[in-house]
């Protein structure tokens, strides 16, 4: 498998530190209110490449940190009256709720800052023994100056940044691209007992503290969006190697960003959106199914239409896979000697998806593989077919859609009576020949969301 390493700006063969085990860190969010739907495209296409690597046989571990002591938490607290943690519990448990109905696998760890201050406390100890840190204060800074190799994941001209950075004036700091470690208490604010005083961690730390605390010195997978990689990833870099003497990360991945109706997503324009507010007006699963059509470094466009085109794609998967379930249950044929290339076929698209994925996971062309499937299913798969053919193409069908965790929920075969009792009458309408009433029934099960389709092994029918 090969992954676009922003380390070195190439595709690179992934091997990992351990062999069968994958050390991987995604950045989570800052809970002070629902995620937005720019925040779950990482925690979508990640999940997607830590179920790719279970699929192939790996074990991996897989951290997720919750931002649980913020400005924005801070903020919010103020502003409702109550305190920090009650609103980092609050939209904790809400993130739960939207991450499991985009279908996001729950992390291995999911950390909390406030639940690793003293480790916090301890690595910023030993980063100002080497002598990469310094108090002002109570504030304590990294010295950027100190570690040579800064700048070197975002490739950025740090002497413009430097000139950039001194706009923002900050008497305490040596150098201005130095950045806080811990943060001196103010009034109204959570804190805790440290060396320097009463206070509370920077925004960088927590992440390279939970990282070596949970996954060790070096990790094989660090993952965020785009936005992330300068300045929180390269501080992580840059405290998290200077306190070590080891490379932090081998592979560093980042996902592009999402455009609103071809805008910049942002509060000021109105086309802000949270995950919950989509989610009133459409099943997240179209979302997920959506955001994996595209690369994951490509930026990519949200919007009503393209939207409305992932949930009809989505559907077709759903046809597909029911109508397999329905011949299963209605067919009993041995194979057939002609049957024995599709046997061959259907492990072909398997090749051709692992390919895709391989190819620094692209979800986009695995989803075309597995449309490819879904024709070829439609058009030599039927009625006519054996048991064990229709048995192969749908195994087939759920291990692809699996690894994307897609077209996977169970249909409800339990129909509320009044349906029930309607098909039944439509079916004995139409053995007395009154196809009127037959079609009336029809459709009026049309308007209640349920189509009805005739076959020869009887009536068959599916959500809309």
């Not at 448990?93 to 991450?99: G, L, P, S």
């Not at 100190?146 to 004036?169: M, P, T």
């Not at 996902?255 to 324009?269: D, L, P, T, V």
């Not at 195994?395 to 996977?408: Q, R």
Request: net charge negative; aromatic share 10%.
């Amino acid at each position: 498998m090969k992954l676009y390493n922003t380390l070195t700006r190439q595709k690179e063969e992934f091997v990992p530190i351990e062999e069968g085990k994958v050390k991987m860190y995604v950045c989570g969010p800052t809970v002070y209110n629902y995620f937005h739907i720019g925040n779950a495209r990482p925690f979508i296409m990640f999940d997607v490449l830590r179920r790719y690597f279970e699929y192939k046989g790996y074990e991996v571990l897989y951290v997720q940190n919750f931002t649980d002591v913020d400005d924005k938490i801070i903020n919010k607290a103020n502003e409702e009256g109550i305190s920090a943690k009650e609103v980092a519990n609050k939209y904790i448990k809400e993130y739960f709720k939207d991450a499991d109905a985009l279908g996001i696998k729950r992390a291995t760890v999911h950390p909390r800052v406030t639940e690793n201050i003293n480790e916090i406390i301890d690595f910023i100890k030993d980063l100002q023994q080497k002598g990469y840190a310094y108090e002002v204060d109570g504030d304590v800074y990294f010295d950027t100056k100190k570690f040579e190799d800064y700048g070197k994941l975002s490739k950025q001209n740090i002497k413009e940044l430097e000139l950039g950075a001194r706009i923002e004036v900050n008497d305490k700091k040596k150098n201005p691209m130095d950045f806080v470690l811990w943060k001196a208490k103010k009034e109204n604010e959570p804190g805790w007992e440290s060396p320097w005083g009463e206070g509370r961690p920077g925004w960088h730390i927590e992440c390279s503290v939970m990282a070596s605390r949970y996954l060790g010195d070096t990790i094989d997978i660090h993952a965020g969006g785009q936005d992330l990689t300068f300045p929180h990833h390269e501080n992580e870099i840059a405290q998290s190697e200077a306190k070590s003497g080891k490379q932090f990360a081998r592979y560093w991945l980042h996902n592009g960003y999402i455009n609103i109706n071809n805008e910049k997503m942002s509060k000021s324009k109105g086309n802000f959106f949270t995950v919950r507010d989509i989610s009133k007006e459409v099943d997240l699963e179209v979302v997920r199914f959506f955001m994996l059509s595209s690369h994951y470094r490509n930026p990519v466009n949200f919007s009503d239409e393209l939207l409305n085109q992932a949930k009809s794609g989505l559907e077709r998967l759903y046809n597909c896979k029911e109508k397999l379930e329905f011949l299963i249950k209605n067919i009993q044929g041995d194979i057939k000697e002609n049957e024995q290339p599709i046997k061959k076929e259907l492990n072909d698209f398997k090749k051709k998806f692992e390919e895709s994925m391989d190819d620094d996971l692209n979800t986009a062309d695995a989803i075309s593989v597995i449309f490819e499937l879904v024709r070829y299913i439609n058009t030599n798969i039927n009625e006519n077919s054996s048991l064990e053919i229709a048995q192969d193409a749908l195994l087939v069908f759920k291990e692809l859609t699996g690894v994307l965790n897609i077209a996977n929920k169970e249909k409800n075969d339990i129909l509320d009576e009044e349906i029930e009792k309607m098909i039944q009458e439509r079916q004995k309408a139409k053995k007395e020949k009154n196809f009127e009433l037959a079609d009336k029934i029809r459709d009026d099960l049309k308007k209640m969301g349920i189509i009805l389709e005739d076959t020869r092994q009887g009536v068959k029918w599916r959500r809309v």
